[in-house]
C-alpha cells in the first residue's frame, strides 16, 4: 500500500515571530512568507511561503529557494514531501496526486529519476528505474487484474526485445510469455510531475 500524505496541520512548521511588515506587504500582493531570513532578506533557514494561487512550501529555504527538506502543496491538491535543492524536487521524496496515484523513491530536475515505485489509482504498480519522468530501464509492472511485465523499458514503452511474463492470477493459469512483449502499455498513465518553478527573480529578496 502507498504511504499517506502529511495532514495540513504539520507539527514541524517553524515557531518564528512573523515578520509583521512583510505580511502586511505581500498580504495585498496575495502572497506571504513567514520564517527566517539571510542578511539580503531572502528566506533563508526555517519557513512558510504561501502563494496567491494557493501552492504552500513550508520547510527549509536557502537564498531565497527551497532547499534541504520541503513539504509542498499545489492549488490543486497534489501533496509533495521530500528534498528540495535550488527551488527544484531533487532528492528523494513521495509525490501524492489528487487524482489518487502516489510515486515514492529519487527526483533530478524536477522530475522523478531513478529508482521509485508508482501507485496508481487503477491498482497497479510500477517498480523500477526512471528518466525525466518516465519508465526507463529495468522495471516491473503489476497490473490490478494480475498481470505482471518484468524487463526493460524505452521512453515510458516495453522494450520490444523484451519477454513478457504474463500471469492470470484470477484463473491460475499462465498466459503467452510474449503475447504483449511488443506492444507498449495502453493508455499510459505516466504524467509529468508538476515542475515548474515559481521560484525566481520575481518573488525573491526583500519584501517576501
Not at 72 to 96: C, H, L, P
Not at 190 to 198: K, V
Amino acid at each position: 500500500m502507498p504511504p499517506k500524505p502529511p495532514p495540513l496541520d504539520v507539527a514541524r512548521q517553524p515557531n518564528l515571530p512573523p515578520d509583521l511588515l512583510a505580511l502586511a506587504l505581500n498580504s495585498l500582493a496575495g502572497k506571504y512568507y513567514v520564517g527566517e531570513r539571510n542578511a539580503a532578506g531572502q528566506c533563508d533557514g526555517r519557513g512558510k511561503y504561501v502563494f496567491a494561487e494557493g501552492a504552500v512550501f513550508e520547510g527549509d529555504f536557502k537564498a531565497g529557494k527551497p532547499e534541504g527538506r520541503i513539504i509542498y502543496r499545489s492549488a490543486d491538491g497534489d501533496v509533495y514531501e521530500g528534498d528540495f535543492k535550488a527551488g527544484e524536487k531533487d532528492g528523494r521524496g513521495i509525490y501524492w496526486f489528487a487524482s489518487g496515484k502516489v510515486y515514492e523513491g529519487e527526483f533530478k530536475a524536477g522530475k522523478p529519476e531513478g529508482r521509485g515505485i508508482y501507485w496508481f489509482a487503477s491498482g497497479d504498480v510500477h517498480k523500477g528505474e526512471f528518466k525525466a519522468g518516465k519508465p526507463e530501464g529495468r522495471g516491473i509492472y503489476w497490473s490490478a487484474d494480475g498481470d505482471v511485465y518484468e524487463g526493460e523499458f524505452k521512453a515510458d514503452k516495453r522494450d520490444h526485445d523484451e519477454t513478457n511474463r504474463s500471469l492470470n492470477r484470477s484463473l491460475g493459469a499462465s498466459r503467452s510469455a510474449n503475447s504483449s512483449a511488443a506492444h507498449s502499455i495502453a493508455a499510459s498513465p505516466f504524467h509529468a510531475i508538476q515542475s515548474r518553478s515559481i521560484w525566481d527573480g520575481r518573488v525573491l529578496g526583500r519584501g517576501l
